[in-house]
């Protein structure tokens, strides 16, 4: 388990991995993650591939009448 502190990043905030944390998580600089907060206050972070993001974000915006016909 690695512990780690939320501290502020200019006007916002960050979470700082150091390069061996970086290595076992399987992380590169500019790694975008997706963060899901469990039922019971725990959060959860996957790797999100932006291509597939922008692409789903493509074909929905394309396919719009159609996908509100199926929901």
């Known amino acids: 388990m ?5 501290s502020q990043l200019g006007e916002g905030a960050g979470i700082s991995l150091s390069d061996a944390e970086m290595e076992v998580l399987g992380l590169q600089i500019g790694d975008a993650l997706e963060v899901t907060q ?4 725990s959060l959860v972070l996957r790797t999100c591939y932006l291509d597939q993001i922008e692409l789903a974000e ?3 915006s394309e396919d719009r009448d159609i996908l509100s016909k199926l929901s």
């Open 2 to 6: 690695m512990k780690l502190i939320v």
């Open 38 to 41: 469990q039922p019971d206050g």
């Open 58 to 60: 493509k074909i929905m």
